[in-house]
């Protein structure tokens, strides 16, 4: 009874490693197999990182917000600073 069950956990194991083995190799004519001088890009127009950063800039003070800071809430005031004072610990 026990080589039966070894048998049929070795049959199982190795369908098991067999299957995951075929699925893991490409199938004939995937795209991994392509020349990659086959694949033809046409070019967009000059790259100029500085003009583009330029251009973020002056977008960026559009999106500034003031957050609410709790500091200087009367209640929260004093526990705050005390926080704040603390050194920190490694």
Known sequence: MQKIMWFFGGLLI???VLSISK???PPPGAAIEERLSEIRVPKAGKID???SIQ???KQESRFKEKLPSFAETSRLE???KRI???KYKR
Do not use: N, Q
């Open 23 to 25: 699925a893991s190799v």
């Open 55 to 57: 251009e973020l800039s």
């Open 14 to 16: 190795g369908l098991t």
């Open 78 to 80: 004093g526990p705050m």
């Open 49 to 51: 990182f500085d003009a």
């Open 84 to 86: 704040a004072k603390e």
